[in-house]
């Protein structure tokens, strides 16, 4: 197909169907809920670009989907370009220029387009030129990804940006390939302003040097230079573009934010991101900008080769709800054909529906906050001892996110400086496993149990950062064995496989669970579970071994009759009690003056490493919902449906009967 041919049928298109100009308004970023992410990193073997462009197939989609924003591919790890530029690399074979036909078919519909984009990892243009490249330890050059300080932003990156702004007036940039691709950078830059603000004399080469921790910092501060340059120059040449670093200030970032990024974003990949969208959505809620997550249409096989399995309907709405349900937008991956073609194969139907699903919910999650009820602590210094590189680790704590969610409690991921500005709203706070804390931060967790609060200590080697709190004596050092945890009272005993410490509680300590060596109740040892002990007026909680790595590989309910047991003796009353399933995620939260309770259906074999797609999930039993409420309200609707719920209001609580949670209810409480 010629260009003139391309533009003639566009033209004819529009003039077909003329409600397609201007059919939405234009959002920013902060304004937008649901979008769609394309890419396919293209290589030095693609050939005839933009050769199998079929307009009306992406109009149809764009059409029955409405997203808020669609992104595309411009450039990505390999580092060639999927547009014709003037200033990087391409493989320079292109039939029809694909982000021109892109951008005029988005035009049509006034639906903004971003560029998705390679930052830090770019192959092609590093390995072309070894002096922007970063420098290993050993001297030699990382022709894969780019130094800090080099000249890779302001000869490449920034350019481009500004180019495609200037030919294809695209509305944003979603940079990949950013935090999550840094590395110790031993450019000479680098390194000789490292000594001269230390003072140190040499550079740590490897993590057994002491002051290893000081380098990585370093580097964690020269990223967000980088990051800074590169987004300040974007909005000074262009007000008003909307830029984000694909992870940055996230799990794999877990810093306040200090850079001007429009918004926030990242994308789970391969199973069980029901389970991962929900852990990552709980670490960008809180940071105050505009954010979503992306999540991937399909489990690859070989994602270079294209080789897919794509995931249901279901899948995308049980990993949307989670998003959603604490305020975040959502969006979906799906892959560009190899000519930078929508590909045609993609579930159209699906995705209207998964549209439709999002939208009747968006007015009850837009821009809703959680209240606060318990707080996973994601210790920066924890973070940083655990992590050997620069950015780009996760979190082990994401598995006790799952078995705190799997026992229908609404938590929430509280960084540093969230503890620091937000500690005293949450009745319960719990250290998931970290042994390495800010000092100033623990000591005011101390001065907040003292006042009242509660805190639930998990883990071997965590615990043994509060010995002289918990009430316990401590026996021997933690170690890694086998055995069984529970007890008569928990309905059960299960075997585990764990890091744990030994304690023998003291007098006026109480107990929940003990430790087995034969499964049979009549043969507990001394050693419990966890325990309870009063400190100043509020409590702390121990819990003696790891639970986080166990409850991803080996889950047994009597982990969250445990964890339960713990939470009810902490905090009695929570602000909402789920009764009548198991498989019920539950999140609290508030928009504007009214309540909602969040109602996500987690069944599903998303947990199954040999599933890859699955298309029903059971419905879940009808449900008691207990709410904490200071006072009665006006009504209470079951959402997006907007039924009247009967309900009781005694003793400033609400007691109401839901009908079985398909995928996602809300429950909303009117006052």
């Not at 229908?408 to 500690?423: A, G, P, W, Y």
Request: charged share 20%.
């Amino acid at each position: 197909m010629t260009k003139m041919t391309s533009r003639l049928l566009i033209g004819i298109l529009l003039m077909s169907f003329p409600y397609f100009n201007n059919a939405q308004e234009k959002l920013k970023r902060a304004d937008s809920f649901f979008g769609f992410h394309f890419d396919f990193h293209a290589t030095a073997n693609d050939k005839d670009l933009g050769k199998y462009f079929n307009e009306k197939d992406l109009m149809d989609f764009l059409r029955l989907t409405k997203p808020d924003y669609v992104q595309i591919d411009s450039k990505g790890h390999p580092g060639f370009s999927s547009y014709p530029t003037k200033i990087g690399y391409s493989a320079n074979s292109f039939n029809q220029d694909p982000m021109r036909l892109w951008r005029e078919v988005t035009n049509s519909f006034n639906i903004p387009l971003y560029v998705h984009y390679s930052g830090i990892w770019d192959d092609r243009g590093i390995s072309s030129n070894p002096d922007w490249a970063r420098v290993n330890a050993d001297g030699s050059k990382d022709l894969r990804h780019a130094s800090y300080l080099g000249p890779y932003s302001d000869k490449l990156l920034i350019p481009q940006i500004k180019e495609m702004i200037d030919n294809y007036k695209i509305d944003g940039a979603w940079i990949d390939g950013d935090c999550w691709a840094t590395g110790p950078d031993y450019s000479p830059e680098v390194v000789n302003e490292f000594l001269e603000v230390t003072g140190l004399e040499t550079v740590p080469l490897n993590t057994e040097d002491p002051n290893y921790g000081k380098w990585l910092d370093f580097n964690r501060t020269k990223f967000k230079q980088y990051l800074e340059h590169y987004v300040d120059a974007i909005h000074t040449y262009k007000p008003g573009f909307q830029v984000a670093s694909n992870w940055a200030y996230s799990s794999m970032m877990p810093e306040k934010v200090d850079v001007n990024v429009d918004f926030l974003s990242g994308d789970v990949s391969g199973q069980n991101c029901v389970y991962s969208a929900a852990f990552q959505a709980r670490c960008l809620a809180l940071q105050g900008k505009p954010w979503d997550l992306m999540s991937w249409g399909f489990v690859p096989m070989d994602f270079s080769a294209g080789i897919h399995s794509p995931k249901s309907l279901v899948q995308l709405q049980q990993e949307a709800a989670q998003v959603m349900a604490v305020g975040g937008g959502f969006q979906v991956y799906f892959q560009q054909n190899r000519d930078a073609s929508f590909q045609n194969s993609i579930d159209v139907d699906a995705m209207s529906k998964l549209a439709e699903f999002c939208r009747e919910r968006q007015p009850f999650c837009q821009n809703s906050t959680m209240i606060p009820q318990i707080a996973l602590w994601y210790s920066g210094e924890g973070w940083k001892k655990d992590n050997k590189g620069v950015y780009g680790w996760g979190s082990n704590m994401e598995g006790l996110n799952n078995l705190f969610m799997d026992g229908q409690n609404s938590v929430e991921i509280l960084m540093d400086h969230h503890l620091d500005e937000r500690m005293e709203k949450y009745p319960v706070i719990v250290i998931p496993e970290w042994d390495h804390f800010d000092t100033i931060l623990k000591k005011r967790l101390l001065e907040y149990v003292q006042n009242g609060g509660n805190l639930f200590v998990m883990g071997a080697k965590a615990v043994n950062q509060f010995e002289p709190y918990l009430g316990v004596t401590f026996v021997e050092t933690n170690s890694h064995e086998q055995f069984n945890i529970g007890d008569k009272d928990l309905n059960g005993i299960t075997g585990i496989r764990t890091n744990w410490q030994k304690v023998i509680p003291k007098e006026g300590t109480s107990t929940i669970g003990h430790v087995y060596h034969q499964r049979d109740y009549r043969f507990a040892t001394e050693f419990p579970v966890a325990t309870i002990v009063d400190y100043g007026k509020g409590k702390i909680a121990g819990l003696y071994m790891d639970l986080s790595e166990s409850y991803n590989v080996s889950r047994h309910p009597i982990y969250n009759k445990i964890v339960n047991n713990v939470l009810n003796r902490l905090n009695p009353v929570p602000g909402v009690r789920v009764i009548g399933s198991e498989k019920i995620h539950v999140v609290l939260g508030r928009k504007e003056s009214n309540k909602l309770v969040h109602l996500i259906n987690s069944d599903g074999a998303h947990f199954n490493k040999n599933v890859y797609s699955y298309s029903d999930v059971t419905p879940s039993n009808s449900l008691i919902i207990e709410i904490k409420s200071d006072n009665k309200p006006k009504a209470i609707k079951l959402q997006p449906d907007g039924k009247r719920l009967k309900f009781d209001y005694q003793k400033n609580i609400i007691t109401v009967n839901v009908p079985p949670v398909d995928i996602y209810s809300i429950i909303e409480v009117e006052y």
